[in-house]
């Protein structure tokens, strides 16, 4: 547009009634959406998705993104292939969709939110949810308080159930710790570096397959005084600091205490209310999901959102 036309056509947005100003930014914002996924997708690939190399050329464009092909295993791809998000359609809803994640909304609420169909609208949440759930922190430092929680075992969604359904949400059968609850273990240390682990069993050897990569050896471990964390940190020869809550001691010299991790238990729960049961094989997606929204906090845009979930 012409610059005159311009000033001419802005000098019109004050005469525009409410309900004209609600569509023209409306589509001002679908505008800015499609012109931010553009930026995200057109990014220039550096190696081959399939063979890791870099000798790879420009090779036009297909299915409206920039394409390429490798030297090497002269296949050819775009900066979607390999990611969780290959071959999902419907792009020009994503930064919507990932807003919506942002709102942790049902699938019902993403799906009229973002104009997209009820099945859609779950296949994308956990293709989104891949990399995401997938992306652990590699190393806990200094002070790193640790906890378990429990989540419901939950079939939601399968067929084939081996007992009863529950109605949605639903109470253990069994009072107390059953094998209907899954332990989940959480380990943050004080840079709010956060990781967390569905654990087949809360047991030594599999906390130990949690911690041992990634818990730094000169850290000091702060727990609660359930014996699994003393005899891991005993084994890896990790300073170990244990509060006795029962006793009432919940702070040790003025620094050692678990209640950032217990903090962040108590948000994951809450947040975890409101999608009335997770059906147990995705709630690794939704530890990620939790953890991402914390990781980022007040910064998490739905670019940054796109850009986590094509990992
Ligand atoms: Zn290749």
């Known amino acids: 547009m012409r610059i005159n036309a311009f000033h001419l056509w802005l000098s019109k947005v004050m005469e525009l009634s409410p309900s004209q100003?609600?569509?023209?930014?409306?589509?001002?914002?679908?505008?800015q959406q499609s012109t931010a996924i553009v930026t995200i997708l057109h990014k220039e690939c550096q190696s081959c998705p399939h063979c890791s190399?870099?000798?790879?050329?420009?090779?036009?464009?297909?299915?409206?993104?920039?394409?390429?092909?490798?030297a090497g295993c002269h296949k050819t791809f775009n900066m979607l292939t390999g990611t969780p998000l290959a071959r999902l359609r419907h792009r020009e809803h994503?930064?919507?969709?990932?807003?919506?994640?942002?709102?942790?909304?049902?699938?019902?609420?993403?799906?009229?939110?973002?104009?997209?169909?009820?099945?859609?609208?779950?296949?994308?949440?956990?293709?989104?949810?891949?990399?995401?759930?997938?992306?652990?922190?590699?190393?806990l430092h200094g002070i790193v308080e640790v906890d378990e929680t429990y989540f419901l075992e939950s079939h939601k969604g399968e067929r084939h159930l081996s007992r009863q359904p529950r109605k949605r949400g639903g109470k253990a059968s069994k009072r107390g710790l059953s094998s209907e609850q899954i332990p989940v273990l959480i380990a943050r240390d004080r840079n709010h570096v956060t990781l967390d682990a569905m654990l087949p069993k809360a047991d030594v050897e599999s906390i130990s397959k949690v911690l041992t990569p990634v818990v730094d050896s000169d850290a000091i471990l702060c727990s609660d005084a359930n014996p699994i964390y003393k005899v891991f940190t005993k084994k890896s020869h990790i300073q170990h600091i244990t509060l006795n809550l029962s006793a009432g001691v919940r702070v040790q010299k003025n620094a050692f205490h678990i209640q950032n991790v217990n903090a962040y238990d108590s948000r994951l729960k809450g947040w975890m209310r409101h999608f009335n049961g997770v059906a147990t094989k995705y709630l690794p997606n939704y530890l990620g999901w939790r953890r991402c929204i914390e990781k980022f906090a007040g910064e998490l845009s739905p670019n940054i959102m796109l850009n986590q979930a094509l990992g």
């Open 21 to 31: 100003l609600d569509q023209a930014l409306s589509c001002f914002n679908k505008q």
């Open 53 to 70: 190399s870099n000798n790879i050329k420009r090779w036009g464009n297909a299915h409206g993104l920039p394409r390429y092909r490798c």
């Open 94 to 139: 994503w930064l919507e969709y990932s807003q919506a994640l942002i709102d942790g909304l049902s699938v019902r609420k993403a799906s009229s939110q973002c104009g997209i169909s009820k099945d859609t609208a779950f296949r994308w949440r956990h293709r989104f949810l891949q990399s995401i759930a997938s992306n652990e922190p590699t190393h």
